[in-house]
């Protein structure tokens, strides 16, 4: 199961939970709207990322900033989340 995957299941199940239903009685269509609802996300221009990222990111990110930074990827990381529109920021 990939992340996004688990990330349209928890959707999913929140949706059953709002219902007042149990994972186990949760209909396809809370699945279906999940993945609705993610890929409107994405259509906006919008990414869900996690809050920390995973160790292949943190590879990424000092692989793209090279020996010679002064920043440090995961600081930079969490300041760009921080700011981000839905966490309240300014962008």
Not at 12 to 34: F, S
Not at 61 to 69: I, L
Request: with cysteine.
């Amino acid at each position: 199961m990939t992340d996004r995957d688990k990330l349209i299941e928890a959707i999913a199940a929140a949706l059953a939970d709002e219902e007042g239903l149990r994972p186990t009685e949760r209909p396809r269509r809370w699945v279906r709207q999940a993945e609705a609802a993610l890929a409107a996300i994405e259509a906006n221009g919008f990414a869900v990322v996690p809050v920390e990222p995973t160790e292949a990111m943190k590879i990424a990110a000092f692989e793209a900033a090279g020996p010679h930074t002064e920043e440090c990827p995961l600081d930079v990381w969490r300041a760009m989340i921080a700011a981000a529109p839905m966490q309240g920021g300014k962008g």
